[in-house]
């Protein structure tokens, strides 16, 4: 083994003696199980509430967990109130609010209510206010040490889509077998389990020495402040921008198309996200090396590259046949 094998193994392992580090660590963990599920149903499941895909694209605009309207707006917010009164009782709201849109999923899945599908959705998207306070408690634990912080958001992810990898099959026999309603039922049961653990065991990170009572007039948040860049910071923006709306056209709504167009099953549908989360797994240990070694400016470019190969596959599917004739090319 190589001495930078053994140096990101040696402070991964370290890492994971940190207390917040390992909770956040294995909440992932326990999340990645249901999101890896997530991940194979929610747009089969979208469509046969009796949506189309023009309305799986709005869903997905607003509600989208990572890329949605929802999501995007509701994080400066958080992030603001993550300094004033701390980390913790953001990423427990966050939480909270998971396993709210959870329930509404399965009430939606119990009713076929396109309704409170998009309550879900929103909800869903909602529940991203703890991302901006989770990162900084990954961050603040390691001392904002940059190999450190390195390794740690690369160990975190790990944890997160490993369960993605098995999950993803899981997904898409239940849904086919049983039915979708299942899935949120695990959602909602696992995302309590987050809960529980982040109310015991996370430590709060926020420097201590001003009180929520004394900063939050002075404190105010204010939209055009957190909306302004940060000097030469434009084109970085711009880039990530650009990649958010580009992957936002297609994976929001991909699986969609292939239940739409080629009716794919549910099953058929966890083998292909099974796949992505297998990759995944395997590039996050050269992916980890490669960016202690280059540096993110180069791994980001690098990404950016394969994301560019990625987009040529997709448009090998205009070429098969619609509906319900056999796709044979």
């Known amino acids: 083994m190589s001495k930078s094998a053994e140096s990101i193994f040696s402070i991964s392992k370290d890492l994971l003696l940190n ?25 089969p499941f979208t469509l046969s509430v009796g949506l189309g895909l023009t309305a799986l694209g709005i869903l997905q605009a607003l509600g989208n967990r990572f890329s949605g309207i929802t999501a995007s707006l509701i994080q400066p917010f958080t992030g603001h109130y993550a300094d004033v009164f701390g980390r913790k009782v953001v990423i427990v709201a966050g939480s909270a609010a998971t396993i709210g849109s959870m329930i ?34 990954v961050a603040e634990s390691v001392s904002l040490e940059p190999t450190k912080m390195h390794v740690a958001f690369s160990s975190v992810f790990l944890f997160a889509s ?15 077998s049983i039915g979708y309603f299942v899935v949120f039922v695990i959602a909602v049961i696992l995302e309590s389990v987050d809960l529980f653990i982040f109310v015991r065991d996370l430590r709060e990170t926020k420097a ?31 880039t990530f921008a650009m990649d958010s709306f580009t992957f936002g056209i297609s994976a929001t709504i991909i699986y969609g198309m292939l239940v739409e167009r080629f009716r794919y099953s549910n099953t058929e549908i966890g083998l292909i996200v099974g796949t992505l989360a297998i990759a995944t797994i395997l590039a996050q240990y050269p992916a980890t090396r490669l960016l202690v070694r280059v540096g993110p400016k180069k791994s980001l470019a690098l990404s950016e ?14 070429l098969c046949p619609s509906s319900s004739d056999a796709c044979s090319c």
């Not at 999340?31 to 747009?43: A, C, E, F, R, W």
């Not at 399965?106 to 991302?131: D, K």
């Not at 994301?307 to 596959?313: D, E, H, N, P, W």
Request: hydrophobic share 50%.
């Open 19 to 43: 207390r917040n580090v390992r909770v956040i660590a294995i909440t992932s963990l326990i999340s990645g199980v249901y999101i890896g599920m997530l991940n194979t149903i929610i747009q």
């Open 104 to 137: 509404l999923f399965l009430i939606a899945a119990l009713t076929q209510s396109w309704v409170v599908l998009t309550m879900a959705y929103l909800l869903y998207g909602i529940s991203m206010l703890s991302s901006p306070a989770s990162q900084a408690v």
């Open 162 to 176: 490993i369960p993605g990898a098995v999950m993803s099959f899981v997904a898409g026999v239940l849904a086919d």
């Open 208 to 238: 201590p020495g001003r009180t929520p009572e004394s900063t939050v007039s002075r404190d105010r948040f204010s939209l055009r402040s957190a909306m302004s860049l940060p000097k030469g910071f434009l084109g970085f923006f711009a």
């Open 305 to 318: 590259f394969f994301g560019c190969v990625l987009m040529l596959g997709p448009r090998n599917l205009s």
